[in-house]
């Protein structure tokens, strides 16, 4: 009993460390501990409750490993082993407070998980890391690993999870989504751009730009230089995934492995718009260039003739803009809608040739228009030709808290045959019952 | 806040429903939840206006009827949606019209759940654009059959596992919800829902069902032109009633009973039961009369619990 008991006092002492706000004797816990026991108060909670007492934060005794892929949303006391494939700070407010807070993301052999630590765990990429008291939370449709004051992390042996095991694993870019890391993805690159950063005071040379197959477009960003062209055909082994407004940035540096392949492999037509139902577009929060349709639910306020900035093209309140004060405004047409196919909905901003185009009627006409007959009728002509129609928008789709935005480079009325859909529905019908 | 969806749901599905899932606080919104699944907080709808009243002394607030190739959908609008009450007055029915609305329910004493619409948006349309949304109800309506027969395959239905079939987070979710509250979903009426609202728009050797609706819009459209206003007993053309003798006499003594009970201010709901029953009807049945009378139009809740004549 009395060595069971030593054994409790042990853990209590450790789990206070150096951390112990309260200097507490031995005897005294020898105390306090006994008089739980004389109330028949399970050893295992007057340890917790005596930790706590004494200004210790409670640590289970360790769980088991988790395997990343094998972690779900709303988990508690998780434990992991993993190797950091990408870490960057971010400052946030948080009520009024600036923080500074780290993201990134992490990998183990069976996969990988972006993670939020909520104070500096002075985590570097390449370290192999044992975490113990995380939490996983769903963030965005996606699992994500969480690290608070509760959360320890120690350093261990990067042998542990040799950099070799987190083998590629190849996607096609429309399955890309932040978070995942040992990428392998092969594409062609379509866009190409050079620009120079410095990073900890030395400059570097960083390329960026679009990169697609047959399934989708994604942004990339090379912090190594590959010698890549515009029109390569490219298999990139170990890269990670950011994304910026649900629109995924396959990012990777002179670790991955990057080799050409036959440039007829992926050719330029196979690259096509990404056609979507609504729903899809939302779970993933995003896209590039992506082709929808659905039906268009409402014309929403901004949409017509509007001033815009000279110098950084944002729309006017009167003959003000927000940053540069009183211009010349320049004139420009647009639509902002809402459209939706009964199994999600999205906004869609349309530009002046999309607008001119799907009127009917130049932006002069529109202005004529608006003169005699008032700004109103410009949207009520907008309601009468699109409101309760079909749509088919091609163009970007970025993600936010408030939804997806498409910001439309072609717009038209969808074609439908009634009859054909029709008949083609019957024939499932019958295939159904 | 995200914006809800719209759904595509026919009059013959909605009005089925049972189930409300109230929001908590502000920003959860509430949702209707149909017998196939949907998980409704608004809905987009195209279909005839049959009829449209205001119903409320005074101020405005306005109930109307949209008929669909499936049932009737019930409209209620006031002064907080002043555009779309203006536009349901304006328009002349019977006349093609596109909804966009919000949910709308009422639960008598009795626990029992009514819904109808708060409309949002109202425009006049062309038939084309109902055609578009009968096609598109029926082939959502077909998907959601489809995903309740898979999901009651399941040992235990869930979301996860829809979701995996391709199924979306909130269909998947409302499927879930929609089989613990509905004991047994009547699949095969939801079958015959879709092939009959197809054969609206499907060119054939019948004639389409509601025909003489049209012929009504049509001659309405050459009334127009030719400038000749007659007021025509176009409400009675309009609702196609199929109802039986039977629930018309039950009907009758409801409104009957209504009428001796209501005065100034209403009929009590429990005394108009109480008065029926007398009269030996039994409790289904009246309420089913007052549902039909409410979606007629001949009677309407000025408070809750309260039914007065029109």
New interface residues.
């Given amino acids: 009993m009395n060595d069971d008991l030593s054994l409790y006092i042990d853990d209590i002492l450790n789990a206070l460390g150096d951390s112990s706000e309260k200097e507490v004797s031995r005897e005294e816990l020898e105390k306090e501990l006994k008089k739980f026991i004389e109330y028949g108060v399970p050893l295992d909670h007057a340890k917790q409750t005596l930790i706590k007492k004494f200004g210790g934060s409670y640590v289970p005794p360790s769980t088991e490993r988790v395997l990343v892929a094998d972690l779900e949303s709303g988990q508690n006391s998780v434990h992991v082993l993993c190797r950091v494939l990408h870490v960057s700070p971010k400052d946030i407010t948080v009520k009024g407070e600036a923080r500074k807070i780290f993201y990134g993301i992490l990998g183990d052999e069976s996969g990988s998980i972006s993670f939020t630590a909520w104070k500096d765990f002075e985590l570097e990429k390449g370290d192999v890391v044992e975490i113990s008291n995380a939490y996983t939370k769903e963030w965005q449709g996606d699992t994500k690993l969480n690290f608070g004051d509760r959360t320890k992390i120690e350093k261990t042996d990067e042998s542990k999870i040799p950099e070799s095991i987190m083998e590629p694993k190849e996607y096609k870019v429309k399955d890309l989504r932040s978070g995942l890391g040992a990428v392998e993805v092969t594409a062609r690159i379509l866009e190409l751009n050079k620009r120079e950063v410095e990073v900890d005071g030395q400059k570097k040379n960083v390329f960026s730009g679009t990169l697609g197959d047959e399934t989708g477009k994604a942004q990339y960003t090379s912090w190594h230089d590959f010698k890549l062209k515009e029109g390569d055909v490219v298999k990139i082994a170990g890269g990670y995934i950011k994304s910026w407004k649900g629109i995924p940035q396959l990012t990777f540096d002179e670790k991955a492995n990057v080799e050409k392949v036959e440039s007829s492999t992926i050719s330029k037509k196979d690259i096509a718009p990404q056609k979507l ?4 577009l939302v ?1 993933k929060r995003g896209a590039m260039d992506v082709e929808v349709e659905g ?1 268009v ?2 014309i929403r306020r901004g949409s017509g003739l509007v001033m815009r900035c000279p110098e950084c093209n944002r729309v006017l309140v009167g003959t003000e803009c927000s940053i540069h004060g009183s211009v010349e405004g320049v004139e420009d047409l647009r639509i902002k809608l ?1 459209v ?1 196919d ?4 999205v ?1 869609g901003i349309l530009d002046k040739e999309s607008t001119e185009k799907l009127l009917g009627k130049t932006l002069d006409e529109l202005k004529k228009m608006s003169e005699t007959k008032g700004e109103e009728s410009i949207v009520e002509e907008m ?1 009468t030709i699109l ?4 749509i088919s928008l091609r163009g970007n789709a970025l993600g936010d ?3 997806i935005t498409i910001i439309a480079k072609d717009a038209k009325l969808a074609d ?1 045959d ?2 054909v ?3 083609r ?2 024939k ?2 019958e295939e ?2 | 806040m995200r914006r809800e969806l719209a759904w595509r749901v026919f009059a013959g599905e909605y009005n089925d429903s049972t189930l409300e899932i109230k929001g908590v606080g502000e920003k959860t919104p509430s949702h209707i939840i149909t017998p196939l699944g949907s998980k409704v907080n608004r809905l987009f709808v195209v279909g005839v206006l049959t009829d449209v009243e205001n119903v409320s002394e005074g101020g405005e607030f306005v109930r109307a009827h949209i008929s669909d190739p499936t049932g009737v959908f019930t409209l209620y609008s006031g002064q907080f949606q002043q555009d779309a009450t203006d536009q349901l007055l304006n328009i002349d029915a019977p006349a093609f019209v596109a909804v966009v609305g919000k949910i709308r329910t009422y639960t008598p004493d009795d626990g029992e759940l009514y819904v109808s619409i708060r409309p949002e948006t109202v425009r006049e349309v062309t038939a084309d654009a109902r055609a578009r949304w009968i096609l598109e109800t029926c082939r959502q309506t077909k998907q959601r059959i489809g995903a309740v027969t898979e999901a009651m395959k399941m040992n235990e239905p869930n979301a996860g596992e829809l979701r995996n079939l391709g199924y979306s987070r909130e269909l998947s979710e409302g499927i879930v919800a929609a089989l613990k509250e509905y004991d047994t979903v009547d699949i095969s009426k939801y079958l015959a829902i879709v092939r009959e609202s197809l054969q609206y728009i499907t060119p054939s050797k019948e004639a389409a069902p509601d025909l003489h609706l049209e012929e009504v819009i049509e001659k309405k459209e050459a009334k127009k032109e030719a400038k000749t206003k007659k007021p025509a007993e176009k409400k009675e053309k309009a609702s196609k009633e199929l109802k039986s003798d039977d629930s018309e006499e039950t009907e009758n003594t409801v409104l009957d009973a209504i009428k001796k009970l209501e005065g100034e201010d209403g009929a009590a709901w429990d005394l108009i039961m109480e008065n029926c029953k007398k009269a030996g009807l039994d409790e289904d049945s009246i309420e089913e009369a007052l549902t039909s009378l409410m979606d007629k139009g001949f009677i309407f809740e000025p408070v809750l619990g309260t039914i007065k004549t029109t």
């Fill in positions: 139902l609504l729903y899809e779970e039906t639910l409402e809402v939706d009964g199994t999600g909905v906004s309601n409101f309760s129609h079909r808290a408030f939804g439908i009634v009859e859909e029709s008949e529905i019957s499932e019908l159904l019952s």
